[in-house]
């Protein structure tokens, strides 16, 4: 199992969750990246204290996400749902494989199916209803179509949303050592779990 992080400049959270990971799963293979990372900067400072402090250290420099390492990767998991949404507009072709850490371990794969079903229906009503607004004469009734036949779709979509856990890490950059602290213990939180739920997969 190759497993990606990615954050924003590959320097504070991702770097730490890659480095919590390797040292709790060893054996397999771990890497992370910045969506918009400047080449070659060191860990923060403080994420590089807080991580001796549980005697975890990393040789790091960062890199920004490209095409390779997402071919590399078997699972892609992002800090926010800003930095998964940042790599769906730009790498579309690996969307099976983003998720945020902690939608990762928090949310079902059942939840998960159901979401994408309802989206999947979702797009193929409102393809339908585009070629039948084409034949429409009167283009101001197109919107209220739109409205009542996609509503229902739409409420039931947001309520399963809704549902679902907070899915954001906190960032620190440009915190103090206890904001990096606090960011290293929720992200070893999610990769103790990450971890549990990697492992019931390969078994």
């Known amino acids: 199992m190759n497993v990606l992080f990615v954050c924003t400049g590959n320097t504070c959270r991702s770097p730490m969750a890659e480095a919590l990971l390797k040292e709790k799963w060893p054996e397999q293979k771990v890497k992370s990246a910045g969506v918009f990372a400047g080449p070659g ?39 926010t749902d800003r930095h998964k949404e940042t790599l769906a507009v730009q790498f579309p ?36 209803l585009l070629q039948d ?6 283009p101001s009734d197109i919107e209220n179509m739109w409205r009542q036949e996609l509503d229902e779709d739409m409420k039931a979509i947001e309520k399963l949303e809704r549902e679902f ?10 915190g103090n050592v206890n904001m990096y602290r606090n960011t290293r213990d929720e992200l070893e939180k999610y990769i103790e779990l990450l971890v549990k739920k990697l492992d019931n997969k390969s078994n």
């Open 93 to 128: 072709d690996y969307q099976d494989k983003y998720f945020t850490l902690k939608e990762y371990v928090l949310v079902s794969e059942e939840q998960w199916q159901e979401l994408k079903d309802r989206y999947t229906a979702l797009e193929e009503k409102r393809s339908k």
């Open 133 to 138: 607004a084409e034949k429409m004469e009167n």
């Open 41 to 79: 900067q060191p860990m923060a400072e403080n994420s590089a204290i807080v991580l001796n402090e549980k005697n975890v250290s990393l040789a790091h420099q960062s890199r920004m996400i490209d095409r390779d390492l997402l071919e590399w990767a078997d699972l892609v998991l992002t800090m």
């Open 165 to 174: 856990p907070d899915i954001n890490i906190i960032d620190p950059f440009g």
